[in-house]
């Protein structure tokens, strides 16, 4: 199974700040990374597919990047409304497994 | 508008059984993969388990195969989760969601969830 892994697990940060999260992949997952957003008591979000496409719908200020093993989710002003748990999910292979969460918090 | 509707949770004892369902509408349902995943209270995401869209195609997780079976009937717009065997360890919330089969894969759209408990 292919192991992921995102750093940090948790994040302080402020309104307005510019945020990178990054996800691990334990062997190559070519470019089919995704990234979520899930909030209190919510489905999660998807957010980016295959590692740099933006979601229909999803603000520009949110962006990814990455091939491979190695990815990046940034966004790039923060806004109240984005204090939530972001994971990364691999699908590559299955069993299309999760990284374990960043959460990202009001400094 | 797209939406997934999970329903059947509820509590149930250690070994039991219990089926979700996940009822589709707004899009064709007959054309996407279908997939479950859980979270346990407090933790992340755990994928379970994939269909085609024929339904001829069924992956799960290690966690839970052999135990689980998915199944879909497109004549319905019904997503399904058979869940045997069940233990502590399976207590969560189970969503649904959809998979749009395009590069980069990732679930496009999920349902709200349906909490399932395992207790004596």
């Known amino acids: 199974d292919i192991q992921m892994s995102q750093s940090p697990s948790s994040l302080s940060a402020s309104v307005g700040d510019r945020v990178t999260i990054t996800c691990r992949a334990s062997?190559?997952?070519?470019?089919?990374l995704n990234w979520y957003q899930q909030k209190l008591g919510k489905a999660p979000k998807l957010l980016i597919y295959?590692?740099?496409s933006l979601q229909s719908g999803v603000p520009s200020r949110f962006s990814g990047s990455g091939s491979g093993t190695d990815f990046t989710l940034t966004i790039s002003s923060l806004q109240p409304e984005d204090f939530a748990t972001y994971y990364c999910?691999?699908?590559?292979?299955?069993?299309?497994?999760f990284g374990q969460g960043t959460k990202l918090e009001i400094k | 508008e797209v939406q997934l509707l999970e329903s059947g949770g509820g509590l149930v004892q250690p070994g039991g059984s219990l089926r979700l369902s996940c009822a589709a509408s707004?899009?064709?349902?007959?054309?996407?993969?279908m997939n479950w995943v859980r979270q346990a209270p407090g933790k992340g995401l755990e994928w379970v388990s994939i269909?085609?869209?024929?339904?001829?195609?069924?992956y799960y997780s290690d966690s839970v195969k052999g135990r689980f079976t998915i199944s879909r009937d497109n004549s319905k717009n019904t997503l399904y989760l058979q869940m045997n065997s069940l233990t502590a360890e399976d207590t969560a919330v189970y969503y649904c969601?959809?998979?749009?089969?395009?590069?980069?894969?990732?679930?496009?759209?999920w349902g709200q969830g349906t909490l399932v408990t395992v207790s004596s």
């Open positions: 969601a959809r998979d749009p089969n395009r590069y980069g894969g990732g679930f496009d759209y």
């Open positions: 707004g899009f064709t349902f007959s054309s996407y993969d």
């Open positions: 269909i085609s869209i024929s339904g001829g195609n069924t």
């Open positions: 062997q190559s997952v070519s470019g089919y």
């Open positions: 295959a590692a740099s």
């Open positions: 999910q691999q699908s590559y292979n299955t069993p299309y497994t």
